[in-house]
């Protein structure tokens, strides 16, 4: 029997951060820093809440002009963000980021939305602002990983094609755990969310699946496109 999700009231969403206290607890008697965690806890809650009112706006939108600009700002942001953990100059490095986000995420969206999916027109805010989402970040953090492994490698004195192999290996690791884990130890989000809102789980999984390639595809494409187009001109093979 399908059952409609319910809205969770703010007392009781409240509730949910119990666990998080925890965890700053923990931090503060280990005498860890807090201020980069408190601050990411804020910034969620201020962020999510926030585009619930946007997304709320922008699904109503039939204009593709709006859709794509929110999509640039998307990857604008992702390809920013993706560069806070690596050592080197991120100025420099932020248009490979950006092109390597933008072209494998472009790549997977078109592939999914109009193969997959065939939504029709294409810029249908519902579907196709969730799934650039979860695309731009898998394709975030892996060239996040990536990058953060591959200057690390340079640094180390390795050349270019092992510090590459070893950042690309490094980079797919969550991913390919990720495959490994689904259905398994753990039911991933868009399933999760799909089961609590009254979906059948068979129709679910096929999302999921799904959604497992396009991650897997986005991640290792931004990956090893964001490591192409970092590689010295004194090596040749790529």
Not at 15 to 36: G, N
Not at 74 to 87: C, K, Q, T
Not at 125 to 133: C, D, E, I
Not at 187 to 202: C, D, E, R, Y
Request: hydrophobic share 60%; with cysteine; proline share 4%.
């Amino acid at each position: 029997m399908e059952q409609a999700l319910e809205t969770i009231p703010l007392a009781k969403l409240a509730i949910a951060f119990i666990p998080v206290l925890l965890i700053l607890i923990i931090l503060a008697r280990w005498s860890l820093p807090q201020k980069h965690t408190i601050y990411a806890l804020v910034r969620m809650l201020v962020q999510l809440l926030l585009v619930g009112y946007v997304l709320s706006y922008i699904f109503e939108s039939d204009s593709a002009w709006t859709i794509g600009l929110l999509l640039l700002v998307m990857v604008l942001f992702s390809s920013w963000i993706a560069l806070s953990n690596i050592e080197a100059p991120k100025r420099s490095l932020f248009k490979s980021a950006f092109v390597a986000i933008l072209l494998s995420s472009f790549v997977v969206l078109l592939i999914i939305s109009q193969g997959v999916l065939s939504l029709n027109p294409w810029y249908q805010a519902q579907t196709l602002v969730p799934l650039a989402g979860m695309v731009f970040a898998n394709g975030m953090n892996s060239v996040s990983l990536s990058g953060e492994r591959f200057f690390a490698e340079l640094t180390r004195g390795e050349d270019y094609i092992k510090a590459r192999n070893i950042a690309f290996k490094a980079s797919m690791i969550p991913n390919v755990n990720a495959l490994f884990a689904v259905g398994i130890v753990s039911l991933p989000g868009m399933m999760t969310g799909q089961i609590l809102a009254g979906v059948s789980p068979f129709i679910a999984a096929r999302y999921q699946i799904m959604v497992m390639c396009m991650v897997f595809a986005s991640a290792g494409l931004a990956s090893a496109t964001f490591l192409i187009l970092n590689r010295p001109s004194k090596a040749k093979s790529i």
